[in-house]
């Protein structure tokens, strides 16, 4: 079993739809989770960050984090041919000489069609 | 204006050689990593740095080796053991390792093609 593991994709939404982005990890004591949008040929740039369990809204980015179930999404409102990229999930491994680590998902492609 | 460079943004290597991409912060980051990407794929964590003189392996180090003489700098070496070094390598940094420092942040890469 991966590690991180997001939907296989690629996902294709409408402009001004939602678009949904999930990933699931194993490890049941990451604490901190992170999503970034990488642009092809470009480096990965950060989203969001989330720690605590529920909602966490930054403009039409929304990332909702469920511990029980080792589940965090990205929700995109109002979808933009702009946010056409792959995103990544990324989770940390807590403590140890783990410090600092985070491990990626494969990412999700998404497109965004006018 | 602070951030993170890689250089040289492309790279050759001709069988055999070594060659070395480098990474500089001007953050005051504690901690440096190196990626590699595959097309399509993830990344995955080469080596680690924690603080100056110390560094750890990742994922996939075998072929690759690191320095961390200045808090600054972090330069990967791509050594001939390497076999398959054609990627995407990414560097970031973090302020260090404990939660709400974690967050990493990446310079614009450098992509290795060989001859």
């Avoid at chain 1, 999503?35 to 039409?60: A, F, T, V």
């Avoid at chain 2, 204006?1 to 943004?9: E, L, V």
């Avoid at chain 2, 390598?89 to 290795?112: D, I």
Wanted: charged share 20%; with cysteine; net charge neutral.
């Amino acid at each position: 079993q991966k590690e991180v593991e997001q939907n296989s994709g690629p996902l294709s939404v409408p402009e001004g739809a939602i678009a949904s982005l999930n990933c699931t990890y194993s490890d049941r004591v990451s604490q901190s989770f992170f999503w970034y949008r990488q642009y092809s040929g470009k480096s990965p740039e950060l989203i969001m960050s989330i720690y605590s369990n529920g909602d966490k809204e930054d403009g039409r980015f929304t990332a909702q984090l469920n511990k029980a179930s080792q589940y965090v999404s990205l929700l995109i409102r109002d979808s933009q041919p702009s946010d056409s990229a792959t995103y990544l999930c990324a989770v940390n491994h807590a403590g140890g000489t783990s410090y600092g680590k985070l491990t990626f998902g494969q990412g999700t492609i998404l497109t965004v069609h006018p | 204006d602070g951030g993170i460079t890689q250089s040289p943004k492309y790279l050759f290597r001709k069988e055999g050689q070594n060659v070395t991409l480098s990474c500089e912060q001007n953050l005051n980051h504690d901690a440096m990593y190196w990626y590699r990407q595959d097309p399509g794929q993830g990344l995955r964590l080469i080596y680690y740095s924690q603080i100056v003189n110390d560094f750890q392996k990742g994922d996939i180090a075998e072929g690759y080796s690191v320095s961390r003489e200045k808090k600054e700098s972090f330069p990967l070496t791509v050594t001939s053991a390497q076999k398959n070094p054609t990627a995407f390598y990414l560097c970031a940094s973090s302020m260090g390792g404990t939660p709400g420092q974690e967050t990493q942040y990446f310079g614009p890469g450098t992509r290795l093609l060989v001859l």
